[in-house]
């Protein structure tokens, strides 16, 4: 099993729907997980950190931690079309952050 | 506040070539640095990363090297590029083991 895993997609939705990406990891990956997105050409942003069980939210964003499970998703509400762009999951191992392969997110008017 | 920065932006060598990328930090001491690469397609994968001067720990096998000359400069280098190398090169950094990562702009790199 890979570290991080992710679908690379793509996830089409409609504006203002809501996105739902996922990502699941294996027993290598613990502690602080991440989410980053990364337009095409341009370098990886930090959107959110969750480092606990439940779920964190930042604006239209909402990330959710399930450590019993192993799984670490990102919702995006009231999508645009200017969130289109690879989404980015990322955890801890040994001190390194490990990234998954992304998920193409495509958001139609 | 805390930036970083790497260069040149954009590069097209020959193989056979030598390379030298930099990157350097500005607003904070000590960071954690990081090389990593994205082929086109694919996802980032760590190729080396230095928890201090002189301090370089590689991740995989390649042509590539990697140097920290001073606290807050990071240097990747080769000697003879492979077609192989061509992708895009993102420098990082983190203020310790579990925090966010930030990345440079970006490197890209086209060996013909």
């Known amino acids: 099993q890979k570290e991080v895993e992710q679908n690379s997609g793509p996830l089409s939705v409609p504006e203002g729907a809501i996105a739902s990406l996922n990502c699941t990891y294996s027993?290598?990956?613990?502690?602080?997980f991440f989410w980053y997105r990364q337009y095409s050409g341009k370098s990886p942003e930090l959107i959110m950190s969750i480092y606990s069980n439940g779920d964190k939210e930042d604006g239209r964003f909402t990330a959710q931690l399930n450590k019993a499970s192993q799984y670490v998703s990102l919702l995006i509400r009231d999508s645009q079309p200017s969130d289109s762009a690879t989404y980015l999951c990322?955890?801890?191992?040994?001190?390194?952050?490990?990234f998954g392969t992304g998920t193409r997110l495509q958001v139609f008017p | 506040s805390q930036t970083i920065h790497q260069w040149p932006a954009t590069l097209v060598q020959p193989v056979g070539s030598p390379l030298s990328l930099e990157c350097t930090v500005e607003?904070?001491?000590?960071?954690?640095l990081y090389w990593y690469r994205q082929a086109a397609g694919r996802g980032l994968q760590l190729l080396f990363y230095?928890?201090?001067?002189?301090?370089i720990s590689s991740e995989v096998p390649q042509n590539l090297s990697a140097s920290r000359p001073q606290d807050r400069q990071f240097i990747l280098s080769s000697k003879k590029l492979l077609l192989s190398d061509s992708g895009f090169y993102l420098c990082a950094w983190d203020s310790g083991s579990g925090n966010t990562i930030y990345f440079g702009e970006g490197s890209w790199l086209t060996v013909v």
């Open positions: 607003g904070t001491s000590n960071p954690n």
């Open positions: 027993d290598r990956v613990s502690q602080s």
């Open positions: 230095s928890v201090g001067i002189g301090q």
């Open positions: 990322a955890g801890v191992n040994t001190d390194k952050l490990i």
